[in-house]
């Protein structure tokens, strides 16, 4: 089992306990509040009472699933305690009032007074036995940490000045830093073949580098004044699909909102993940599977009727399957209606035009009001895709673009999706120059990833439907 699985698992493990602990108590401090006229045993209030017992199964996994949905089990290494305090009091607060309003309120206790002080007593009780036992692992995490366990191995691109102090600084044992440098690359020619005890590769390298030390992190240490041959370099950096990180000076030129994780180690910030909160990517997630379970039971009918007409239409399946690139760049099946003919592609990958010769009659129709996508729904529920994301494509026209715009990338950082902002902008493309076109709205998407912006985006495509302007 991995680290970060077993790491993962005791942070559940230790909330599920003390939640236990928390509410079993709080159920002893509840007990001894209410009026004598109502008093049984306290044994018999606690193991006999319908309501305490199914709470205490119910109400800790209730907790445990708050806590999931609010992303705190997403990424648990190298976690802040700050960040779990945090999100202890947040969740233990929102929790506090859903029991509050779904039980306690029915409680006959007539002080108003004495119903505050119970919230509170719950809301207490509920967040100082889960925040311990975080504290306790983390703080165990982080002595981990300070004998150099468990950190990222990284390549340090550059052999000048800030580069050297970079590495430096890292490889300070007593620094709480993620990374820990294997190895310089460099465009320099002239540069050292050993720099502080490090080996430096040329940059043409760079894979032998990768591959001998187990790096799974770049970082690019520059100032302001560099920026043109940095960004140079990045094309290079992309095409190994490992984290790239900058340090926040050129970040802030690029996009001008730096984000830095941690205040104790390095600042660096990772420009090669989606700038998405835990929380909202479980609740888009959350919303897929809702919103395609019940897609896929009222579209049934439609579904039969499309299926009959694309049958009558020409001969072949009803169904096309065919392998797209996804999140971080799995492969997967996508599923489509058919809208072309069977033998569309005797000579290998080519995209449609609007006046394709290739689709079918029903096809033009599916494609004109993009009903051949509706099938993805099981894509979305299976987790394959998402609602709205960038629109996933083949592996071959992906190392077409990479080729050209290396940072394309960056787009397998989230889940692709049914539809995208990309396809309400700019609709189908024929073309790799039209798709590299298309790009840039979708990596605009990743970086303003929220509920709001998905609304807006799948009200544009229902537009887009009811109209007929897919093509």
Not at 345 to 368: N, Q, V, Y
Request: proline share 6%; hydrophobic share 45%; with cysteine.
């Amino acid at each position: 089992m991995k680290h970060t699985t077993r790491l993962r698992l005791s942070y559940l493990i230790s909330d599920y306990l003390t939640i236990n602990v928390g509410w079993m108590t709080f159920n002893v401090v509840r007990y001894f509040s209410l009026p004598l006229i109502y008093k049984p045993s306290l044994g018999e209030f606690i193991l006999h009472d319908h309501n305490i017992v199914m709470g205490q199964i119910l109400f800790p996994l209730m907790l445990v699933a708050m806590y999931a949905i609010s992303g705190f089990y997403n990424n648990v290494t190298f976690k802040s305690r700050f960040d779990d305090l945090r999100n202890t009091s947040v969740v233990s607060l929102s929790g506090m009032l859903v029991i509050f309003f779904t039980v306690l309120i029915n409680d006959d206790i007539p002080e108003r007074l004495q119903n505050y002080e119970l919230m509170a007593i719950l809301l207490g009780l509920l967040f100082l036995p889960t925040y311990l036992g975080r504290l306790i692992i983390t703080s165990g995490e982080r002595r981990r940490a300070r004998r150099g366990e468990g950190h990222s191995t990284a390549i340090v691109v550059g052999t000048g000045k800030h580069a050297r102090q970079l590495a430096r600084r890292l490889a300070l044992p007593d620094r709480l830093n993620i990374f820990r440098p294997a190895a310089f690359v460099t465009i320099d020619p002239t540069a050292d073949p050993v720099i502080d005890g490090l080996p430096v590769y040329p940059i043409d390298r760079l894979d032998e580098a990768i591959a001998e030390h187990g790096v799974q992190s770049l970082i690019l240490p520059t100032q302001s004044s560099e920026m043109a041959p940095t960004l140079d370099l990045l094309s290079t950096l992309y095409r190994t699909d490992l984290n790239i990180y900058l340090t926040p000076d050129l970040y802030q030129l690029i996009t001008s909102r730096a984000r830095c994780a941690t205040i104790v180690g390095e600042p660096l910030v990772n420009i090669t993940n989606a700038n998405v909160p835990a929380s909202t990517a479980n609740l888009k997630r959350l919303g897929d599977i809702a919103f395609s379970a019940i897609a896929l039971i009222a579209l049934a009918p439609v579904f039969a009727i499309l299926a009959v007409l694309i049958k009558r239409d020409s001969p072949g399946p009803v169904f096309y399957r065919q392998q797209r690139v996804g999140y971080h760049k799995r492969p997967f099946g996508i599923i489509k209606f058919r809208s072309m003919r069977v033998d569309a592609e005797p000579d290998g990958p080519a995209l449609s035009t609007p006046d394709d010769p290739r689709i079918t009659r029903i096809g033009r129709f599916l494609r004109k009001y993009r009903l051949d996508e509706l099938p993805q729904f099981w894509n979305v529920l299976r987790g394959d895709m998402s609602l709205v994301g960038p629109r996933p494509e083949r592996e071959y026209y992906v190392r077409s673009i990479v080729e050209r715009v290396p940072y394309y990338s960056m787009i397998h950082q989230v889940r692709p999706g049914i539809t995208s902002w990309g396809m309400v902008k700019y609709g189908y493309a024929s073309t790799v120059d039209e798709m590299i076109e298309r790009l840039r709205y979708d990596l605009l998407y990743i970086e303003n990833v929220s509920f709001g912006l998905d609304l807006k985006i799948l009200f544009h495509t229902v537009n887009t439907v009811l109209t007929g302007k897919g093509v």
